[in-house]
Each structure stands twice: as structure tokens, then as C-alpha cells.
Nanobody, 123 residues
Framework: QVQLVESGGGLVQAGGSLRLSCVASGSIFSINVMAWYRQTPGKERELVAI???????NYPDSVMGRFTISLDNAKNTVYLQMNSLKPEDTAVYYC?????????????????WGQGTQVTVSS
């Protein structure tokens, strides 16, 4: 019963910045991991940033130094700050969450995906 709602996508010129937001709502007990993935037509979905509830982060070389992921546990919200954007960053960006949720009086961990938001970087 968890929903991930994304915002912040759009069209920017190369060198510009965007900040994506993803809010998790529902019967959430705790969040273990949140992340951002991206995908273009004909290509596999790739991880661009990941963060644990302890604050550990990881990035691929393609975005290292340009993207920053952060997590607000109190608001169940993850952000992706994207700076120095390049045309090759153009993709649909998806929010991901690994969360422990309530089902009646019981808890279990499961994975959720957002609907995706388009980021387009022009030359």
C-alpha cells in the first residue's frame, strides 16, 4: 500500500541543474534504502544513486561529483540534486524504495517503484 510520488523533472540546457523529489506515503514502519534509477528507450535501467537510512551513498562514475542523493527519514523523502547536466543524462528517472511496511499487526519488507519522471537536457 506504499506509493512513491516523484516531482522535479523537466527540460534544461546543458550545464544546468534540477532537483528531483520522491515522497513515500502509506503504512511505512521504516525505510531501509532509497535510490534513483534512469532508463532510455532500448537501454537497460541503470542505478544512478543510492542511499541507506544510515546515510551511506554510492554513485556510478558517470554521475560522480555531479549528482547528490539525500534522504529525509522524518518525511520519507529522497532527493536527487543534479548539477552540470549533460545531454547524455536525458532519461526517465525512477524512484526506488526498500521499505518495511505494516500489514495489519505484522511487518514485512518489500520493494516499490515510482512512475518515472522525464529529464531532458538540450545542447
Amino acid at each position: 500500500q506504499v506509493q512513491l510520488v516523484e516531482s522535479g523533472g523537466g527540460l534544461v540546457q546543458a550545464g544546468g541543474s534540477l532537483r528531483l523529489s520522491c515522497v513515500a506515503s502509506g503504512s511505512i514502519f521504516s525505510i531501509n534504502v532509497m535510490a534513483w534509477y534512469r532508463q532510455t528507450p532500448g537501454k537497460e535501467r541503470e542505478l544512478v544513486a543510492i542511499i541507506t537510512n544510515s546515510g551511506s551513498t554510492n554513485y556510478p562514475d558517470s554521475v560522480m561529483g555531479r549528482f547528490t542523493i539525500s534522504l529525509d527519514n522524518a518525511k520519507n523523502t529522497v532527493y536527487l540534486q543534479m548539477n552540470s547536466l549533460k545531454p547524455e543524462d536525458t532519461a526517465v528517472y525512477y524512484c526506488y524504495a526498500d521499505a518495511q511496511v505494516w500489514s495489519g499487526a505484522k511487518k514485512y519488507s518489500t520493494i516499490y517503484w515510482g512512475q518515472g519522471t522525464q529529464v531532458t537536457v538540450s545542447s
